[in-house]
């Protein structure tokens, strides 16, 4: 486990991740998350996610005074993994999913990410 993703009492990971939208891409990306999650690409989506070991991943969309935010949630036995896994993967839906990030966030797993700092985590 690295300093940055959370350890869960049931020993999964959890990393959350704020990424900025390009401008004008929000409804695209809104569109795309909810086709992941209710609709027609709901299935390959799941489909991906265990493949890769993702238990867990969930989307919001923050906007801001510096543009609109998509913030990630990402739980799994081995984050590290789970994200090599989508950023190296050959499965059409994950180069699809990939070609979808460089589209709305500029940005291209296969080259790496910054995994944000985490600073503080309570449980009551």
Same mark, same amino acid.
């Given at each position: 486990?690295?300093?940055?993703? $959370? ?19 929000? =409804?695209?990306? /809104? ?6 999650? @209710? ?6 989506? $799941? +489909? =991906?996610?265990?493949? @890769?070991?993702?238990? /867990? ?5 923050? =906007? =801001? ?25 050959? $499965?059409?839906?994950? $180069?699809?999913? /990939?070609?979808?990030? /460089? +589209? +709305? ?12 700092? @985490?600073?503080?985590?309570? @449980?009551?």
């Amino acid at each position: 486990m690295t300093r940055n993703t $959370a350890q869960t009492d049931r020993g999964t990971q959890t990393v959350c991740l704020a990424v900025p939208l390009l401008p004008g891409t929000t =409804s695209t990306d /809104r569109e795309q998350m909810l086709s992941c999650w @209710h609709g027609e690409r709901a299935e390959e989506h $799941a +489909v =991906s996610r265990r493949l @890769h070991g993702i238990t /867990r991943e969930s989307v919001w969309i923050q =906007s =801001s005074p510096g543009g609109d935010v998509a913030v990630v949630l990402i739980e799994s036995p081995d984050v590290a993994t789970a994200m090599l896994g989508l950023a190296t993967s050959q $499965a059409p839906f994950d $180069a699809w999913f /990939r070609d979808h990030l /460089r +589209v +709305v966030h500029g940005l291209d797993p296969a080259e790496g990410m910054a995994v944000p700092e @985490h600073v503080l985590d309570f @449980h009551g």
